[in-house]
């Protein structure tokens, strides 16, 4: 009986292991920095942290996983990064600062419209590295081709208020919702 028991409390192990990132989430892990930096939004903060929330709705353990890998890049431009995972039920009653930046941990589905609704209101900018979210409504992304370029949402940008800078807009992908 006891076997069984270490078994059963031992099952989750290689659940844990197969959870390493995917591809996609490294690269979103990579080029979310870039992105953050390119926010002129950032020279009017008034602190030396910058806030970066991991949203999940169900995999509290990806997110954290995702904080961590995000809390070793440690600096975007001057800024030290504050990374915090939230669920997104408790991210949409919180009061972000406008020049933070949100990740998407896992796809959010059928509350997505609720979550854009909340980054425009608040003016933050949001990034998810799940293909089709930038042609849904979130501001940021990338497209992964022969090789991987930013992907902007121009219309959530200004909806939310969000101004990237000239150099960053160039080389990105813009996508503009109807």
């Known amino acids: 009986m006891a076997a069984v028991t270490l078994l059963l409390s031992l ?14 989430m490294q690269i979103g892990i990579s080029i ?6 390119a926010n002129k939004r950032l020279a009017d903060n008034d602190t030396q942290t910058l806030p970066i929330y991991v ?7 990806l997110a954290e996983q995702l904080r961590l890998d995000l809390e070793r890049i440690g600096k975007i431009r001057t800024y030290a990064l ?6 997104l039920s408790d991210l949409l009653v919180s009061d972000p600062v406008p020049s933070s930046a949100i990740f998407i941990a ?4 059928d509350d997505l419209d609720d979550l854009l609704d909340f980054v425009k209101q608040q003016r933050v900018l949001l990034f998810s590295p799940f293909e089709g979210d930038v042609e849904r ?9 022969d090789k991987v370029l930013p992907m902007v949402n121009t219309t ?11 150099f960053f807009l160039r080389i990105a992908v813009k996508h503009e919702q109807e």
């Open 32 to 37: 979310m920095p870039a992105i953050v930096a």
């Open 55 to 61: 949203v999940y709705q169900h995999n509290r353990h």
């Open 82 to 87: 504050q990374v915090e995972s939230i669920s």
């Open 156 to 166: 959530s940008l200004k909806l939310s208020n969000i101004q990237l800078k000239a």
């Open 106 to 109: 896992e796809p959010i589905n």
């Open 11 to 24: 099952s989750w192990l290689p659940s844990v292991a197969q959870d390493a990132l995917s591809p996609r």
């Open 137 to 145: 409504g979130v501001a940021t992304g990338f497209r992964v081709t």
